[in-house]
């Protein structure tokens, strides 16, 4: 059943909120323009009629924003909460509180409730914020790899966890294997950290690494033959899986290179400092004129760019039809598009020659939109440094897409933020010339500090 935030009545003892925050610091002005009343009405679906609350969605949205705004993790977002009462005001709450609102568990489960299709309800409502941005006709987009939280993938580790875990499923189903192979493991594992002192060190490392890969298919199927019946109900999957990433090879497709996540995939950016990324491809998109962020998807391997546009168009036109508004007439996007000029009526601009011949207006026109695309790059670079898309800890398909939507959101926030901080000192300057003119020739003077 769907929770509310109940009121508290007036009791003596406790501090009203209202009374000890500066009800004009811009987390309380944005508090009071974001429409909770929409996003909890679009999220009565998720919820049965009746039973036991759940956590109010104001607060668990709250939440879910404030620790994207913060990069912060589930565990540290609660605990800060407790701190900090202007993050408890934004939640809802009327006096300060000292226990946690629930467990950082119970943010989980929310994510898997609402899936990919709450999350962009959360966009949306960050969007909202931002009256008009619905209606503008140019958008900018680009793609670029969410990294997953896996380190750097060789065949000697992949080996090293799957006899690590085919040893444990021996263990639970009391097999007695013929070798455990572990004192083989350590000599190997010596020779591959250890062998670039020696002569011939490549060659001694491509032995080793096959020796290991032999001797883990040996262990898995000693495990496989001495399986029980429940055993290999339970753990056949498993070893099913296991064989897979043991006999993949460099040439082959759908490699796995993560035990714990196996969609992850290889993404080659073109970077000098980082050849590879592993990860999954997001595509970002933000309107041109003021910049804000009206979609965020991501794909599963790594397709082609031109072919990301459609699925994106298809998710604006999603999110942008909640607010009344249309699907975008123009988009703009690099070098990396090329080969689609038009999806669904919406015109696609990317640099190069064109065998359609323009006026020197229209080519001008190109020319300013494709520098002003360019700005969609430290977009990105603020999304990863900034919201938490740089690495990302939620596990599984819905994880890339939970993390970059509401990494979007975030970022959408933050640019309100920024605005009504610009609008309360601007309306102090403005106030302070109007009470006492000498009191602004203080405040605009060099060692001022609101200069």
Request: with cysteine; proline share 4%.
């Given at each position: 059943?769907?929770?509310?935030?109940?009121?508290?009545?007036?009791?003596?003892?406790?501090?009203?909120?209202?009374?000890?925050?500066?009800?004009?610091?811009?987390?309380?002005?944005?508090?009071?323009?974001?429409?909770?009343?929409?996003?909890?009405?679009?999220?009565?679906?998720?919820?049965?009629?009746?039973?036991?609350?759940?956590?109010?969605?104001?607060?668990?949205?709250?939440?879910?924003?404030?620790?994207?705004?913060?990069?912060?993790?589930?565990?540290?977002?609660?605990?800060?909460?407790?701190?900090?009462?202007?993050?408890?005001?934004?939640?809802?709450?009327?006096?300060?509180?000292?226990?946690?609102?629930?467990?950082?568990?119970?943010?989980?489960?929310?994510?898997?409730?609402?899936?990919?299709?709450?999350?962009?309800?959360?966009?949306?409502?960050?969007?909202?914020?931002?009256?008009?941005?619905?209606?503008?006709?140019?958008?900018?987009?680009?793609?670029?790899?969410?990294?997953?939280?896996?380190?750097?993938?060789?065949?000697?580790?992949?080996?090293?966890?799957?006899?690590?875990?085919?040893?444990?499923?021996?263990?639970?189903?009391?097999?007695?294997?013929r070798q455990s192979y572990l004192k083989e493991e350590k000599k190997l594992e010596r020779h591959l950290h250890f062998s670039s002192r020696?002569?011939?060190?490549?060659?001694?490392?491509?032995?080793?690494?096959?020796?290991?890969?032999?001797?883990?298919?040996?262990?898995?199927?000693?495990?496989?033959?001495?399986?029980?019946?429940?055993?290999?109900?339970?753990?056949?999957?498993?070893?099913?899986?296991?064989?897979?990433?043991?006999?993949?090879?460099?040439?082959?497709?759908?490699?796995?290179?993560?035990?714990?996540?196996?969609?992850?995939?290889?993404?080659?950016?073109?970077?000098?400092?980082?050849?590879?990324?592993?990860?999954?491809?997001?595509?970002?998109?933000?309107?041109?004129?003021?910049?804000?962020?009206?979609?965020?998807?991501?794909?599963?391997?790594?397709?082609?760019?031109?072919?990301?546009?459609?699925?994106?168009?298809?998710?604006?036109?999603?999110?942008?039809?909640?607010?009344?508004?249309?699907?975008?007439?123009?988009?703009?996007?690099?070098?990396?598009?090329?080969?689609?000029?038009?999806?669904?009526?919406?015109?696609?601009?990317?640099?190069?020659?064109?065998?359609?011949?323009?006026?020197?207006?229209?080519?001008?026109?190109?020319?300013?939109?494709f520098r002003k695309r360019a700005g969609i790059e430290p977009v990105i670079g603020h999304l990863k440094s900034d919201y938490g898309m740089?690495?990302?800890?939620?596990?599984?398909?819905?994880?890339?897409?939970?993390?970059?939507?509401?990494?979007?959101?975030?970022?959408?926030?933050?640019?309100?933020?920024?605005e009504l901080k610009a609008l309360i000192l601007f309306s102090f300057r403005w106030l302070s010339h109007i009470i006492h003119p000498k009191?602004?020739?203080?405040?605009?003077?060099?060692?001022?500090?609101?200069?």
């Amino acid at each position: 059943m769907l929770g509310k935030i109940v009121p508290d009545g007036p009791e003596l003892f406790r501090s009203r909120l209202d009374s000890i925050i500066n009800m004009k610091h811009e987390l309380v002005l944005l508090t009071n323009e974001i429409d909770w009343n929409w996003i909890e009405e679009q999220f009565k679906g998720y919820f049965a009629t009746d039973g036991r609350p759940s956590v109010p969605v104001r607060k668990m949205v709250g939440l879910l924003l404030l620790k994207q705004l913060f990069n912060e993790s589930d565990e540290s977002v609660i605990e800060l909460w407790i701190e900090n009462p202007y993050w408890q005001y934004l939640c809802g709450e009327t006096y300060f509180q000292h226990k946690k609102p629930f467990d950082p568990s119970d943010f989980v489960l929310f994510r898997r409730r609402v899936g990919q299709a709450g999350m962009e309800k959360i966009l949306t409502l960050s969007i909202k914020l931002h009256p008009g941005s619905e209606k503008e006709e140019i958008v900018q987009m680009d793609t670029t790899c969410q990294e997953k939280n896996i380190t750097y993938p060789t065949d000697q580790k992949l080996c090293s966890k799957i006899m690590y875990w085919v040893r444990r499923i021996a263990d639970f189903d009391d097999i007695k294997l013929r070798q455990s192979y572990l004192k083989e493991e350590k000599k190997l594992e010596r020779h591959l950290h250890f062998s670039s002192r020696k002569k011939g060190a490549q060659a001694l490392r491509t032995r080793a690494v096959k020796r290991l890969k032999t001797i883990t298919g040996r262990l898995i199927r000693d495990v496989e033959r001495k399986l029980s019946e429940e055993g290999r109900i339970q753990y056949g999957p498993f070893l099913e899986f296991y064989t897979r990433v043991c006999q993949q090879s460099p040439a082959d497709s759908n490699k796995i290179y993560s035990l714990h996540e196996p969609d992850v995939s290889c993404i080659a950016k073109g970077k000098v400092h980082k050849k590879y990324e592993f990860g999954a491809k997001i595509s970002v998109s933000r309107t041109a004129h003021k910049g804000v962020i009206v979609g965020m998807l991501n794909f599963q391997g790594n397709p082609y760019d031109g072919d990301t546009i459609a699925p994106s168009l298809q998710q604006i036109q999603r999110i942008i039809a909640t607010l009344g508004g249309q699907k975008p007439k123009t988009v703009v996007y690099d070098r990396g598009g090329r080969g689609r000029s038009t999806i669904d009526g919406v015109t696609i601009k990317t640099p190069g020659n064109t065998k359609k011949p323009r006026t020197d207006q229209e080519r001008q026109t190109d020319k300013v939109l494709f520098r002003k695309r360019a700005g969609i790059e430290p977009v990105i670079g603020h999304l990863k440094s900034d919201y938490g898309m740089g690495r990302n800890f939620l596990g599984g398909v819905l994880g890339d897409a939970v993390n970059a939507l509401l990494a979007g959101a975030a970022f959408n926030i933050k640019m309100r933020l920024n605005e009504l901080k610009a609008l309360i000192l601007f309306s102090f300057r403005w106030l302070s010339h109007i009470i006492h003119p000498k009191t602004w020739s203080i405040i605009h003077s060099p060692y001022s500090y609101y200069h």
